[in-house]
């Protein structure tokens, strides 16, 4: 087996594609749709965001200190597209596609009502990194669509929810479980 040596670059793939709510009051909330992004921490609940300062969208999230995770499913796909490649400050992207803004129950910046997971984020530290500021911030609160719960269990069921992942420029329908975490280790049963 050969391998190819390639310049360093962002092949650290596939990643989730979500759609940032932003904003304090309806004339300046906007949607940007992003892939760079993660979870950072486990307690406190940390994730963060990369945005260029050029985007419409930057000085919203500088200025308020607050946004929404909306995870995207296959439905959402055209939307989370069309938000990642249209700007802000030109259309007003929620009417544009369809989505409906609600109430966050800590934040002031929406959520998206079709998301079927909103994660509500306080930014705690604005990092200057090169191309893309990283906004690093703490869950306060996580909304999820009823709609995807086990009524046995309580947990919710991801794979039902019909996320998307973006890979590459491309995006994608998350596939069939192959496994489970700890699976690898687990004992048979006999």
Same mark, same amino acid.
Request: one cysteine or more; proline letters at 6%.
């Given at each position: ?11 650290? *793939? ?14 300046? *909330? ?17 994730? #963060? ?8 969208? *930057? =000085? ?22 069309? =938000?990642?490649?249209?700007? &802000? ?11 409906? #803004? &609600? ?67 491309? #995006? #994608?329908?998350? &596939? ?5 975490? &700890? *699976? ?7």
């Amino acid at each position: 087996m050969a391998k190819i040596l390639w310049k360093p670059g962002t092949m650290l *793939y596939p990643l989730p594609a979500i759609m940032v709510s932003c904003g304090h009051n309806p004339d300046e *909330y906007n949607i940007i749709t992003i892939a760079w992004t993660g979870t950072v921490n486990t307690n406190p609940p940390m994730v #963060y965001i990369s945005v260029r300062p050029s985007r419409h969208s *930057y =000085n919203i999230l500088k200025n308020t200190g607050d946004f929404v995770i909306n995870l995207t499913t296959k439905e959402l796909a055209f939307a989370t597209d069309w =938000n990642g490649v249209k700007s &802000g400050k030109d259309y007003d992207k929620a009417k544009e596609t369809s989505l409906t #803004y &609600g109430k966050s129950s800590i934040v002031k910046s929406p959520i998206i009502m079709e998301s079927p997971v909103n994660i509500e984020c306080k930014i705690t530290q604005i990092i200057p990194l090169g191309t893309h500021d990283m906004f690093l911030a703490e869950v306060v609160a996580v909304q999820a669509d009823d709609k995807f719960l086990n009524p046995e269990t309580g947990v919710f069921d991801m794979q039902k929810a019909g996320l998307i992942a973006y890979s590459h420029g491309k #995006y #994608y329908e998350l &596939g069939k479980l192959i496994g489970h975490f &700890g *699976y690898s280790v687990k004992k048979q049963k006999k």
